[in-house]
C-alpha cells in the first residue's frame, strides 16, 4: 500500500515513515499540507502523462 504521511514534527515524520516501511509499505512523507498538496499533484501529472500514452 502506498501511504503519504504528513507531519510537522520530524522526528515523527521519520519514525512513522520508517515503521510503515518496515511493515511493507511504500511511503513518502511530507511536513505540511502544502507540501503534501504539491506531491499529489505531481502524482497526478504523472499518472495523467503515463496513461495517455
Given at each position: 500500500?502506498?501511504?503519504l504521511v504528513v507531519e510537522d514534527d520530524?522526528?515523527?515524520r521519520s519514525l512513522l515513515t520508517k515503521g510503515?516501511?518496515?511493515s511493507g509499505?511504500?511511503?513518502a512523507a511530507c511536513a505540511n499540507g502544502e507540501e503534501a498538496l504539491s506531491k499529489l499533484a505531481e502524482k497526478e501529472r504523472?499518472?495523467?502523462s503515463c496513461s495517455s500514452t
Open positions: 500500500m502506498k501511504i520530524p522526528r515523527t510503515l516501511g518496515d509499505h511504500e511511503c504523472a499518472s495523467t
